[in-house]
């Protein structure tokens, strides 16, 4: 069987794109190198690969599972049914952090990511701003699974600790960053959503708002003098967070960012920055 007999099988069963991705995951080439690929012979075990990863698409499992892998600000993240799809909000979301870690600290800073998932925010913080210490805090153990494989495909120094929210931590920080879970138990969600990612890291209770004034209710003793909180946030829950943050915080700025989409999507909560 060539490449071109499995783009053929796959057109059959799968949108092409897809198709074309798949294939050049398997030639480890990009997309739109296959057309010099077409006529190469593929192996007994590439084509069930192949197939069983056809098969999983046209179940509508999401693309990003069955490929396993994502690039995320420059990096590429080993990804699975036990963690979050990284989604390009959350690029943002580092984007705008790297930008306040360096215009307010210019020593190496201490980092804690709240329901780290994958690993993404912290261990894309690790490479590219001067830090200290780097933890990566999540409540499964599933998905810490998956951020170890990650810091070790980067090489990373960080420290993996399995623990609800702060409950097992005893240190403060320059800089506490999270992208919580943040749907509404009743809210609609597209199904590829609702059916394939893990509803831990989706839903927080009736208003969505569980994660942060967790978060928010404990964080005083786990800031520094001086210290940013960057979340990633439902684009209607800002005004709720800003007074969750005033009622447990004294002498703060509060700063709302809206993603590419116009949607408010960033919130970051500054103490003493100057
Ligand atoms: N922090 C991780 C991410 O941004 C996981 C988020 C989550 O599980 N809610 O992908």
Do not use: W
């Amino acid at each position: 069987m060539t490449i071109e007999d499995l783009l053929f099988f796959a057109k059959q069963h799968i949108h092409s794109d897809h198709a074309k991705i798949l294939l050049a995951e398997l030639l480890n080439c990009n997309p739109l190198e296959l057309l010099n690929h077409l006529q190469e012979e593929v192996s007994e075990q590439q084509i069930e690969l192949f197939q069983r990863e056809v098969k999983a698409l046209k179940e509508n499992k999401p693309l990003q599972y069955v490929i396993g892998h994502i690039n995320f600000y420059g990096n590429e993240f080993l990804i699975d049914e036990r963690v979050l799809i990284p989604r390009f909000e959350t690029e943002e979301l580092v984007e705008n952090t790297i930008k306040y870690i360096n215009k307010y600290f210019t020593e190496p800073v201490d980092i804690i990511d709240l329901g780290c998932g994958s690993g993404i925010i912290g261990l894309t913080l690790e490479k590219k701003v001067s830090t200290k210490s780097v933890d990566l805090i999540d409540i499964s153990s599933d998905a810490l699974k998956v951020t170890k494989q990650n810091c070790e495909k980067l090489s990373s120094k960080a420290n993996i600790i399995e623990s609800d929210m702060f409950a097992k931590i005893d240190k403060k920080y320059d800089v506490i960053i999270s992208n919580p879970p943040y749907i509404k138990t009743e809210e609609e969600i597209e199904d590829i959503v609702k059916n394939n990612e893990p509803h831990i890291a989706l839903y927080a209770g009736v208003d969505g708002l569980d994660c942060y004034r967790k978060i928010l209710r404990e964080v005083k003793d786990y800031m520094k003098e001086k210290c940013i909180i960057a979340f990633e946030i439902g684009m209607t829950q800002a005004e709720d967070i800003k007074k969750i943050a005033n009622q447990y915080l004294d002498n703060i700025t509060i700063e709302v960012k809206k993603d590419l989409s116009e949607k408010d999507r960033m919130l970051f909560i500054f103490k003493n920055c100057e």
